[in-house]
């Protein structure tokens, strides 16, 4: 793998691919790519009105109960001070 952008990018996804399962994502980023610089080349007008409306037939928000920590531990073996742990993403 040269592009040291994918490299980290796998490597914070947890994903890992093989060399030809690396050069179809390649290529295919690649077209996702392309396509996007396509879509740059249209003239696009930036003069957009916001609309803006009252919203009233909206649901009040109701408090209720949670679950509790002992509940919560039940979910997995690892919990270690009332987290569960995960993988490291910044280094």
């Known amino acids: 793998m040269k592009d040291i952008h994918l490299e980290n990018s796998l490597k914070l996804s947890l994903l890992s ?9 390649v290529e ?3 077209n996702v790519i392309s396509m996007l610089n396509k879509i740059s080349e249209f003239d696009v007008r ?6 803006t409306c ?5 649901r009040d928000d ?3 109960d949670s679950l ?3 509940s919560i ?5 690892l919990f270690l001070d009332g ?5 490291k993403v910044l280094e």
């Open 68 to 70: 509790t920590i002992e």
């Open 83 to 87: 987290y569960f742990p995960s993988p």
């Open 54 to 58: 009252e919203l009233s037939n909206l």
């Open 62 to 64: 109701e408090v209720l």
């Open 28 to 30: 295919r980023f690649e």
């Open 17 to 25: 691919l093989s060399k030809d399962e690396e050069q179809k994502f």
């Open 73 to 77: 531990k039940n979910f997995s073996n």
């Open 46 to 51: 930036d003069d957009f009105k916001q609309k």
